[in-house]
């Protein structure tokens, strides 16, 4: 199978399609605006994670209209979120990320990415994705 781009049109395909297919969390509902700078190639890209209990409803390539959270990153720390390498709030701890908006937004945020069933879809799109 011929893997996707990382950040391309193709990737954000394959990760719509996978998550849509997670399984509920009632009441897990959270939109987020993601900005990934020193992009090889393009600069920044922006997308954004939907969430509506516990699934990905929509993954929109740009900006969205009132996201929860805003969190920004440079496409190295990305690749290594993506690689499973490095955990989302290590990352933050260490200032390689940037979180602002309605920060009581995280926990949810947290209880969708921490499942098992979150991080085995991370691991498949990885598997996907040319990095």
């Known amino acids: 199978m011929q893997k996707t781009k990382f950040l391309s049109t193709d990737y954000f395909r394959t990760v719509r399609g996978l998550g849509s297919q997670l399984p509920e ?14 992009v090889p ?3 920044e890209v922006r997308y954004a994670l ?4 516990g699934r990905l409803a929509e ?7 009132d996201p929860c ?24 701890a260490e ?8 920060t009581s937004k995280l926990p ?5 990415v921490s499942r098992p069933e979150y991080e085995a879809m991370v691991k498949k799109i990885a598997e996907l994705t040319e990095f």
Do not use: N, W
Request: glycine share 10%.
């Open 69 to 92: 959270l805003r969190i920004t990153m440079g496409y190295d720390v990305s690749v290594k979120i993506h690689r499973s390498e490095l955990k989302p709030p290590e990352a933050a």
């Open 108 to 112: 949810t945020m947290m209880s969708i």
């Open 50 to 53: 939907c969430f509506a209990d």
């Open 95 to 102: 200032g390689h990320v940037t979180v602002s908006g309605d």
């Open 41 to 43: 190639g393009r600069g």
């Open 59 to 65: 993954m929109p390539e740009g900006t969205i209209d």
């Open 25 to 38: 969390l009632p009441g897990a509902d959270v939109r987020v605006q993601y900005l990934v700078t020193d």
